[in-house]
């Protein structure tokens, strides 16, 4: 087990979540590593790290998040590392720290998509819109196919009532998966805003199809909802 394998190192970390771990400790100096530190380093972080995806992955993020910076703690420059804490923060709602720990992803690997496609994110739920989408451009700069950021940063379009931009952006995202709905349901609503109803109806329609056709009778019925009151100025159910 992940556990027993992390003997040597859980005197540091001896409770994760208030559980106390068993294994068998070993001080520093009991290790035969101790004649090749940067080795010992290497292992102790990437032990660290394994075990911390292990929780991150059964959605025990606290968890994870100390396994994380023991990981850090022993390699200061582990990349992967910092996404996935930061991953932890933004599932607990810490979304400033999750920054912080993208931001130095991004600082150690400066192409690293993921790092900005979630920085991104992080910042649209501190509704800061254009330093979203700044994030999904550096990431569909590095990605042109990445429907993640096209979906994204046309979502903070809207919030910022860039309907035009914002259309453009999930007509990228339909042209590279044009079976997802929530895609043509979105851009409908940037036509509707606009005023654009034959552009919104067609999309709604799309959109009514292929949630039925999923079994997503939610948003299929919010979607033939909006196509019976079109010409009214009600309000369009967000995603």
């Known amino acids: 087990m992940r556990y027993q394998k992390l003997g040597f ?12 771990l068993e294994g068998t400790p070993m001080a520093l100096g009991d290790t035969g590593l101790r004649e090749n530190p940067q080795h010992f380093v290497s292992n102790l972080a990437q032990d660290a790290y394994d075990l911390g995806v292990e929780l991150y992955e059964a959605e025990k993020y606290e968890e994870a998040l100390q396994a994380f910076s023991e990981a850090i703690r022993h390699n200061e420059r582990f990349v992967n590392a910092y996404l996935y804490r930061g991953l932890c923060h933004h599932n607990l709602g810490n979304h400033e720290e999750a920054i912080e720990d993208y931001s130095e992803a991004i600082s150690l690997k400066n192409d690293y998509g993921l790092a900005y496609q979630n920085r991104g994110l992080s910042y649209q739920q501190l509704e800061d819109y254009e330093a979203a989408i700044a994030d999904f ?14 979906r994204n940063r046309g979502r903070s379009h809207q919030n910022l009532e860039n309907h035009e931009e914002a259309i453009d952006d999930f007509t990228q995202a339909i042209r590279l998966n044009p079976e997802d709905a929530d895609f043509h349901y979105l851009r409908g609503q940037s036509y509707r805003a606009l005023g654009e109803i034959n552009q919104a109806r067609n999309d709604f329609e799309n959109a009514a199809e292929l949630y039925q056709s999923q079994g997503n009778e939610t948003w299929y019925q919010n979607s033939i909802d909006i196509l019976n009151s079109l010409d009214t100025t009600q309000p369009v159910p967000g995603l």
């Open 9 to 20: 190192w859980l005197t540091l970390v001896t409770i994760i979540g208030g559980v106390v």
């Open 137 to 150: 451009t550096q990431a569909i700069r590095l990605n042109p196919d990445d429907v993640f950021s096209y």
